[in-house]
């Protein structure tokens, strides 16, 4: 199993990745981290970091020391939430909010592969509404990628709070559990 700790000393806080094996004692697998999603084969972790600016996602090999390589910077999405990685190893599917704003990566995929068409039409009913309150978190869709960080799209229009995914066994669908309901979607979009 795949847990963070959170600890605070001298007024500063920090969170380390761990993993326990039944039976086991618990292992530290990485610092500065949280929202673990491991691989079926426990080769690759995907984690989320917190910096002065946002979210970051990474992802690195089970055995490699250090941080591993960068998915995509804390300019990329206003909030995350917790990544999953398809049975398969090569899809990432996560809560993010807002239109990414996306850049080059430290993985090797180009991100901008299927980066969402920008709308030309001015709403101007959106511009006038009331802001909407949120009870929790900022609202956030599905997206998806490769494991490399290339071909991100969306997966669910949603505008949930704080989704969490799961995919299904075989990696077809996914379920989408967030404030308002408990979705099904094809992982293909």
């Known amino acids: 199993v795949y ?7 001298n007024g500063r806080e920090t969170q380390t990745i761990m993993r326990q094996k039944e039976g086991g004692q618990p292992e530290k697998v990485q610092d500065n981290g949280y929202d673990p999603a491991p691989s079926r084969d426990e080769s690759t972790l995907v984690y989320v970091r917190s910096t ?18 960068e998915l995509f910077s804390d300019q990329v999405f206003q909030y995350l939430s917790l990544p999953r990685i398809s049975p398969d190893n090569k899809r990432l599917a996560l809560g993010g909010s807002g239109e990414p704003n996306l850049g080059p990566n430290g993985c090797g995929g180009d991100p901008h592969a299927a980066a969402p068409a920008a709308s030309s039409r001015l709403d101007l009913g959106s511009l006038l509404a009331p802001d909407v309150a949120e009870a929790h978190g900022l609202p956030a869709d599905v997206w998806s990628m490769n494991l490399d960080g290339s071909d991100m799209k969306r997966i669910a229009d949603i505008k949930d709070d704080d989704p969490t995914v799961a995919f299904s066994p075989d990696g077809t669908k996914l379920a989408i559990f967030g404030v308002a309901a408990l979705y099904v979607v094809d992982a293909n979009g």
């Open 3 to 9: 847990y963070t700790t959170r600890q605070i000393v």
């Open 52 to 69: 002065r600016t946002g979210q970051q996602l990474l992802k690195k090999s089970m055995g490699e020391s250090g941080d591993g390589c």
